[in-house]
């Protein structure tokens, strides 16, 4: 596949259009109120190797903390539906939630555990890109 067709290309190419071209129609919602890409994904093999791939038809990147940059940390992938329309400020995990997941995610794993993941995230109800990020503590810390 030509990489101008590759999903995950052209997520790359939208998230830094977003943030960095401001005759882009998207701008004023990114760039223009200080939404930055880290410079790690300047590069697109680093951005490939952080987002593990594109999920599917439908999916978008998204940021966990919708005033942060696009950065490893701050994105996931939103699956179709109603999540990319909501206001990810918000999590629907309370404390004692990332507790069990702190607990119950397998150690040593990390982004690559998606079995492990999946399965808690189905549990509580969210996407299985955070689950790493609250068992690190990156999230609830």
Not at 66 to 84: F, I, K, S, T, V
Not at 87 to 95: A, I, Q, V, W
Not at 98 to 112: E, L, N, R
Request: with cysteine; net charge positive; aromatic share 12%.
């Amino acid at each position: 596949m030509a990489r101008h067709l590759d999903p995950l290309y052209k997520a790359w190419k939208a998230i830094r259009q977003r943030c960095r071209n401001p005759r882009c129609r998207e701008y004023r919602y990114y760039g223009g109120r200080g939404i930055r890409v880290c410079d790690r994904w300047n590069s697109f093999e680093n951005f490939a190797a952080d987002m593990l791939g594109h999920p599917g038809k439908g999916w978008s990147i998204d940021r966990i903390d919708g005033d942060g940059d696009y950065e490893r940390d701050n994105c996931w992938w939103a699956p179709p539906g109603p999540h990319q329309s909501r206001n990810r400020r918000y999590c629907k995990l309370t404390e004692e939630s990332a507790a069990y997941i702190c607990q119950h995610y397998i150690k040593g794993s990390g982004f690559h555990n998606r079995g492990n993941s999946a399965a808690l995230a189905e549990q509580f109800g969210v996407h299985r890109t955070l689950i790493p990020l609250v068992a690190k503590r990156m999230l609830w810390a």
